[in-house]
């Protein structure tokens, strides 16, 4: 196969955990913001909430290895069709518009930036 070829069709997440200092708002947060719900396992002293998913996931996490934070790191999570439906909601879920929509380009979509209930910086996605 050529290397290229492989390079760009690769999937290049398989797995995200969002670190959370407070689990049960966070979790209202994204189930909020994505009309979803969240499988929660409870391991004691850990929390994962897992994001309905068919192969590539991920999950909110808090325990003594999750610190959030403003400034770690930026995961883009897909909001399609249109991001502009995901962004209506954040404020109203606790959450802080950084940058409202706007294109990368015409072959890349478009993009905003938010912080989420516990100060995490992210991104949502979309071609629309």
């Known amino acids: 196969m050529n290397k290229k070829i492989f390079m760009e069709s690769k999937n290049w997440t398989h797995w995200f955990e969002i670190a959370v ?34 192969e590539t996931g ?9 610190k959030a934070g403003e400034n770690g790191t930026l995961i883009y999570l897909d909001a399609s069709p249109d991001l502009a439906l995901v962004q209506a ?3 109203k879920a606790g959450g802080k518009i950084l940058q409202s929509k706007k294109q990368i380009s015409p072959q890349h979509g478009y993009m905003c930036l938010f912080n989420d209930s516990e100060g995490n910086r992210l991104a949502l996605h979309s071609m629309q």
């Open 21 to 54: 200092n407070d689990f049960d708002r966070a979790r209202k947060f994204y189930e909020t913001i994505f009309e979803i719900k969240i499988e929660v396992n409870d391991f004691g002293n850990f929390k994962m909430g897992i994001f309905p998913h068919k």
């Open 58 to 66: 991920g999950a909110i996490c808090f325990g003594q290895w999750y």
């Open 89 to 91: 909601r954040i404020e």
